[in-house]
């Protein structure tokens, strides 16, 4: 569901700060003034009849105005909605807003405030208004405006504007926040208005995809003023189910509006701007993209500490110095500070970043990490190409329009490629995002210059399957003597792009700083600290810190154990890492947990005993019949599998009845479920295997996943029952 709040908070404008009353009624005369040709809309089309709210008007407003210094930047949205049952009712009994703040863009002082006018008014069926004082009655909560709408009732319309202002000042090239969204949301929409002004200094790049309207220019009357709108009518609601990208199939528009007031500025501008200011831009060329990179990514960089690195050590060829540079450059431009970045959140230290010396070198985006990794590479004579990519969601790279969506990494062209993209603390040589892979891209070089890329070519990066994107649980389950409770032994092992979000989740700083320090003879952020009063109080402090780390931790741990496994409580619980997994894509991270639980997963049956063995492989995907009934194609994450053996020790006296029921196979070209189960010296081995296959699927194919993903899900429900002898 789009929430309202999302709507409200997304929206920025920037205006006077004087006469902020007069702003209000001239924000208010704008939306409902005499010129309101919708103040009379209230009837809606017959076929819309059933739908939970019906939106009889939406209007969106950019407007981009320069005075001196002083850019003003305004957004509005006005919305008629007629609410069709009690779900609409209470989506629209309340909104929230933030109705001050200080402007992030550009330079501002203290008196330089944002506002926010909200206006909302009632209509009920026999015509009477009602507007609510929202001065009145708004509440401040936690730095929100909170407004109830009281009595609103099913066949009521809600209107109600949004206006919002964020002054700021800029004497440089400034890009404004993209907008991309698709025309739908989750109530159909009878008529819809988008509508721009700009003037001098204004660049606009904007495009309509998959059938939506083409953004249309409005004469004016001043040369240097320039306005353009969108308009549309009848537009049915959009459901955003799972493994849909909406950008891609439904209609949609994508804009960024750069202000640059000089040639100086426009040249330094990080985007792709129109050649004039009243051009709109519709489309980036691969040329275009060589223009604006050429001399953005020349290498650059001191990169003597990774030569000390080296220093006595051999490599047998350049694939595995590569290799070992990433890593190197991993720890010491960022690992290597996680320390000072814990102690100056926690307010350990005031200055945690002193031990390191002036020459503290903190690698912290894509384009600075290109620079100087490829520093290395120019200096090691290693030849390699700058990827220019998006990501899937955003469409193929023929519908580039805005340099933020750019993602850019390393190819190594080493006899197998290596890809090194912007580190983190668990990223691996090898890994990029894996809403990049397969995907068309542009290959920057300087094959004829060694000064600055010159070279621009199509490439295509490379996939991964399901085998190398693995979840695998070895689950070993013993039964009470007394059968009161169970004791669940996991070992858990994530590879591929499996292992990421597990890795951020499970391992705090102390699991592999320390690590990286031994491993490139480094000394600690504590080791570095010179004072040895200060060293003993910070060591203290930081052990504290860690200790208050893993124990909220293992409540976390405790609390999803209950929920994998569907036990109410946890007793005992241990978690161990057995191997981190930070050193190599294909890699496992991998720790064990165990616990006790009473109560659970068993069943008495007369003298025996039911177990809900299928609830070991944590929750599946339970189709609804709106989900069945798919209209959309699929757009996977990447390819991966979810592979389990669970090992049940029989309990003595007993033997397992119902196995048939846990041999399934259903494997097709989507994906598969496929489970065996033996018995084997007095234990019952269960073996699953689920395959999500590809990345994307026609909708054609939606059958053949639902069969799998039933039989996943069916899965859950199988149990065995304990026969005693």
Known sequence: MISRYLILLLLT???????????????????????????????????????????????????????????????????????????????????????????????????????????????????????????????????ETKIAIANLEVGDIIDYYYYRNEPFKTTYAFGFDPVETSLGEEYPIMDYKLFFETENDFFINFKSFNGAPELKEIPTEKKNMRRYELIETNIPKSEYKRWFYPLVELPSYKFQVYF??????????????????????????????????????????????????????????????????????????????????????????????????????????????????????????????????KKRYDGSMDDLLIERNVNVLVKVKTATPLYAEFFSPHTNINEFSPLMEGTDVFLLSSEKSKKRIDVVENGKLPTSTYLDNETKKAVTLTINDDFSGIEITSVNSFKGHEKSDQQYDRLTFTDYVFEDYKKYETESWIDLVKRKKDKAKYKKEMDALSAKLKTKQKERFEEAIKGEYGVED????????????????????????????????????????????????????????????????????????????????????????????????????????????????????????????????????????????????????????????
């Open 13 to 143: 404008v920037s205006v006077s700060v004087f006469s902020q009353s007069k702003e209000e009624l001239a924000a208010k005369d704008f939306f409902w003034g005499a010129n309101d040709t919708y103040k009379d809309a209230n009837d809606i089309p017959k076929e819309w009849t059933n739908e939970s709210a019906v939106i009889i008007y939406k209007n969106v407003n950019y407007d981009f105005h320069k005075f001196g210094k002083n850019v003003t930047y305004t957004t509005s949205i006005r919305k008629r909605i007629k609410l069709l049952d009690k779900a609409a009712v209470e989506e629209f009994s309340e909104f929230a807003f933030t109705k001050r703040f200080r402007s992030s863009k550009g330079r501002f002082t203290w008196k330089k405030k944002g506002g926010t006018f909200v206006g909302v008014k009632i209509i009920k069926p026999d015509g009477s208004i009602t507007e609510i004082d929202v001065e009145k009655d708004a509440v401040e909560v936690d730095g």
């Open 260 to 389: 640059a007031r000089s040639g100086k500025f426009e040249d330094r501008a990080l985007a792709f701007l129109p050649e004039k200011e009243d051009i709109i831009k519709t489309s980036v060329s691969k040329e275009e993209v060589l223009d604006l990179y050429d001399s953005r990514f020349k290498p650059d960089g001191d990169v003597g500490d990774v030569k000390s690195f080296f220093k006595g050590k051999s490599f047998k060829n350049d694939r595995e110095k590569v290799i070992a540079a990433y890593y190197y450059m991993r720890h010491y431009y960022l690992t290597r500070y996680v320390e000072a970045f814990y102690a100056k959140e926690s307010n350990i230290s005031p200055y945690p970043f002193m031990v390191y010396g002036y020459n503290v070198v903190f690698i912290q985006n894509q384009k600075q990490f290109i620079r100087h990794f490829t520093e290395f590479l120019k200096r090691q004579k290693i030849d390699y190409n700058i990827v220019v990519g």
């Open 570 to 725: 946890v007793e005992d619980y241990t978690y161990e890492i057995n191997e981190n997994g930070r050193y190599s894509l294909e890699s496992y991270f991998t720790f064990t947990e165990s616990f006790k639980a009473k109560n659970a997963l068993i069943k008495k049956a007369g003298p025996n005993y039911i177990l809900e063995i299928g609830k070991l492989i944590g929750g599946q995907i339970d189709l609804d019949e709106k989900e069945r009934k798919r209209t959309e194609n699929v757009y996977m994450p990447y390819p991966r599998s979810f592979n389990y053996s669970i090992t049940l020790n029989i309990p003595e006296g007993y033997t397992v009845a119902g196995l048939d029921k846990l041999n399934k196979t259903v494997d097709n070209a989507t994906g598969a479920f496929i489970s065996t189960a033996k018995i084997e010296d007095n234990t019952l081995i269960v073996n699953t295997s689920k395959q999500y296959k590809n990345y994307y699927e026609p909708n054609s194919n939606w059958d053949m996943m639902i069969a799998f993903l039933d039989e996943a899900n069916q899965f859950t429900n199988e149990k065995v029952l304990l026969k005693k002898k």
